[in-house]
Nanobody, 115 residues
């Protein structure tokens, strides 16, 4: 069964850190390019970070230097380490597969950054 399960969100003060996790089951995870998206209230979902099967990464300008995406193919998990968080990072964060048909979206994990 194909499933994405995100976790690790929470409420933090500006300047704080969080580490998000996403377990992706039901796919050949090691072959997949994975990404982290976020959707703030009233805004479209945006891609903030991606990681290819061989570990190459790319980031949106808004998070470059603060967020780090990584993966563990044994644990079929993709991570997003978020440092120096800002109030504008407040959103629901989702993971999904890129460069091919997207998987059914998970429930996401809420990140709220207070000023």
């Amino acid at each position: 069964q194909v499933q994405l399960v995100e976790s690790g969100g929470g409420l933090v003060q500006a300047g704080g850190s969080l580490r998000l996790s996403c377990v992706a089951s039901g796919i050949i995870f090691s072959f997949a390019t994975m990404g982290w998206y976020r959707q703030a209230p009233g805004k479209q979902r945006e891609l903030v970070a991606e990681i290819t099967s061989n570990g190459r990464t790319n980031y949106a300008d808004s998070v470059k230097g603060r967020f780090t995406i990584s993966r563990d193919n044994v644990k079929i998990t993709v991570y997003l380490q978020m440092n120096n968080l800002k109030p504008e990072d407040t959103a629901v964060y989702y993971c999904n597969r890129l460069n091919t048909s997207p998987l059914p979206w998970g429930q996401g994990t809420q990140v709220t950054v207070s000023s």
